[in-house]
């Protein structure tokens, strides 16, 4: 077979991990090797999905012996399969990187044979792209649940990012969709590296030893409407990951339907919305001082899509509200919805000078569609309407329930498509950022 | 109205800002010579470039203003808008009467100005490390660019510590500017190529299979492709290029 159709398949069997971020890692380039990593990262191009290219990402092999449901290299799909050399990876990688077409490298692997044989494949080909090219670009690594710890830790000591595929997000789902998987097997790996990164860092503090050890951290991602796992158990797990386990990022991939298969749920397009919901919902656990049991619970465990998170949470907490733009801390700023980070330290640094007018926030790029119900500008009330929920959900509504629209029954597929509704209009723009 | 003209260099603007100080003329247009298109109206001073005036105006700037205020002037300068001189001159008188603070005051024009063009600048040099495209000719690699501000210069450094074994030009075409790598250091040298032609090999087909192959096409969503990749830029992507 040769390389072109290889890259082809290799390709499009890695496509539905999401991830491809090359942030997080300071690497350095050595005297005249190639390459080096980009702390905040960089987009190289971005696919008609509208999803960025930072890594080249592709399988060293799909060929595989689980059987997953929802995945389309499973084992008992009949479909081209291929398997790459790691010199014909190295190469390609580096030829890619030399014409600035790439970061870097993702690599993962279908389970061939068994986790340590594909594991140390994995590691053959980075060993190679390290000490033979003297490459110092990114790398991203997969990593294989059940291989050893020890190939697991030297591949830590040369890459910069690993990540353990959560997929599902409950055993239950494990078992009914992935027999071959279970969480353990995931998740302790992920905490022996957590675990030796600690240590690492001590050690390079004490000692002159200042190799790297996965300096872009680990990341891990969910499939989306594959399960029954409510936004509730996805969002509480995601922040169990950030605060156990130090999770630089953890990926939410709206499922395609690739296979049909009893276990799976008849879905007629990939939940886009409530995937963007659940990256919301990510970023307010991350950085706006958010817990995921005030964002959801028990007894409302998904979200509405109608609304971003935010807003749900400030319309069951109106109590809360108004805010006063010119008294209110950092951690209160961000609760008010359609008010982002950036934006929260624009005011703050406008206050230090000025008592800021409800002008004012316009002048300085404030987008007050949403904040405006929620705040007030020197003591007084800007919005035409009461601060009241149902004045304010209605206000809000965006005009179709998103919930249907999101996960049509096979009825209403025709409704939609006559109201030629583009999902791209209810979706802003975070993918590009994956 | 009066009108200063200066050479189109940092020093020239500068310069024409020492000038602008002195003068007391209440309102003034800064602009480069080769924007300016000659009315009658107008009253034109062309000020010359003098490096002692331009050392004043920076030192002055770094130490009653910021060296924040003196980075933000700068890449507003090298936004090459046709209003960034006098916005410049604004944004300074502004500074020199507010020290320190001037870049709290994001709700007055003046500074706002300077904002939105520094921002322009900084995005449109971090997705130019994304956006170069090498192609591979026998002795060095070579890209075409054509950036909407100068930005050349602040992207140089950035692929010679990637590449140090590699020689390289990377090409501004609008300004008929390329930045030269010869395997040891690098220097910027007028250049003109006429030929938007470049070369091919195995690596070109490959990377644009990969880029077809690697989208999702239940997830289609052109919108959000063009956002993060303005269509302008396309024209020198490898992946955009027709195969022959």
Not at chain 1, 254 to 262: G, L, S
Request: proline content about 4%; hydrophobic content about 35%; some cysteine.
């Amino acid at each position: 077979m040769d390389i072109e159709m290889k890259l082809k398949i290799l390709a499009a069997a890695a496509k539905y991990d999401v991830s491809c971020s090359s942030s997080g890692s300071n690497r350095t380039n050595s005297h005249d090797g190639i390459g080096n990593a980009s702390t905040a990262g960089i987009c190289h191009s971005f696919t008609t999905d509208g999803r960025c290219i930072s890594l080249l990402k592709i399988l060293l092999s799909n060929i595989c012996i689980y059987d997953c449901s929802y995945c389309l290299n499973r084992r008992s799909n009949d479909i081209p399969r291929a398997f790459f050399t790691p010199e014909e990876i190295a190469d390609i990688s580096i030829s890619f990187y030399k014409r600035n077409y790439i970061e870097g490298l993702f690599l993962s692997s279908a389970i061939v044979k068994n986790s340590n044989y594909t594991m140390e494949l994995l590691l053959q080909t980075v060993k190679l792209l390290r000490n033979q090219y003297d490459f110092n670009g990114y790398i991203h690594l997969k990593g294989i649940p059940g291989s050893d710890e020890k190939l697991i830790e030297e591949a830590a000591g040369l890459v910069d990012r690993i990540s353990f595929n959560i997929e599902l997000p409950s055993e239950k789902s494990l078992k009914l969709l992935a027999p071959d998987k279970d969480s353990n097997s995931i998740l302790t790996p992920m905490s022996f590296l957590d675990e030796q990164s600690t240590i690492k860092k001590a050690e390079r503090k004490t000692s002159k030893n200042k190799g790297f050890f996965i300096p872009g951290g680990q990341s891990t991602q969910m499939i989306i409407g594959a399960s029954q796992d409510t936004d509730y158990q996805i969002i509480n797990l995601s922040e169990k990951l950030y605060e156990n386990l130090h999770l630089k990022r953890v990926y939410y991939s709206a499922y395609v339907p690739v296979n049909i298969d009893r276990n799976l749920p008849v879905i007629f397009k990939p939940p886009l919305i409530r995937e963007n919901r659940l990256y919301q919902a990510d970023w307010l656990l991350r950085f706006y001082g958010f817990k995921a049991k005030e964002l959801l619970n028990e007894n409302t465990p998904n979200f509405d899509l109608n609304f971003d998170p935010k807003t749900n949470w400030a319309l069951n907490n109106l109590d809360y509200f108004p805010i006063e733009i010119n008294q209110a801390s950092l951690k209160a700023l961000l609760r008010i919805p359609g008010l982002g980070l950036r934006s929260a330290y624009r005011i703050i640094e406008a206050r230090k000078v000025h008592r800021l007018e409800f002008e004012d926030l316009k002048k300085i790029g404030i987008v007050l569609k949403r904040a405006i119900y929620f705040l007030t500008c020197n003591g007084k009330y800007f919005s035409e309407i009461k601060l009241e929920e149902k004045s304010i959900r209605r206000k809000l509504n965006p005009g179709i329930d998103l919930n249907d629209f999101d996960n049509p029954k096979e009825e209403q597929l025709t409704i939609f498509q006559e109201k030629c509704l583009p999902t791209e209009e209810f979706l802003p723009g975070l993918t590009g950022e994956l | 109205m009066k009108i200063y003209l200066y050479d189109s260099t940092f020093n020239g603007l500068l310069s024409a800002i020492h000038v602008a100080f002195y003068s007391k003329e209440p309102e003034l247009e800064i602009i480069r010579e080769d924007d300016y298109l000659q009315t009658t109206i107008q009253e034109i001073l062309y000020i010359p470039t003098n490096q002692e005036k331009s050392d004043k105006v920076a030192q002055a700037i770094k130490e009653k203003i910021s060296l924040t205020a003196f980075n933000n002037i700068y890449y507003a300068y090298l936004s090459e808008y046709i209003d960034a001189g006098t916005k410049i001159l604004a944004y300074l008188r502004l500074g020199f009467k507010k020290g320190s603070e001037i870049d709290c005051y994001s709700f007055l024009d003046e500074v706002k100005s300077i904002h939105g063009y520094r921002s322009k600048v900084l995005l449109e040099k971090h997705r130019m490390l994304g956006f170069v495209r090498f192609q591979k000719y026998p002795d060095y690699f070579l890209s075409i660019i054509e950036p909407d501000h100068n930005i050349l210069h602040l992207i140089m450094p950035h692929f010679v510590a990637r590449l140090p074994k590699e020689k390289f030009i990377i090409l501004d075409k609008k300004r008929q500017l390329a930045g030269f790598y010869n395997g040891d250091h690098w220097k910027l040298m007028p250049l003109t190529i006429n030929t938007d032609s470049q070369a091919e090999d195995r690596y070109t087909l490959l990377w644009q299979d990969y880029f077809t192959t690697i989208a999702i096409k239940e997830r289609l969503n052109t919108k959000l492709q063009k956002k993060f990749m303005p269509a302008r830029y396309w024209k020198y992507l490898t992946e955009y290029k027709t195969k022959s």
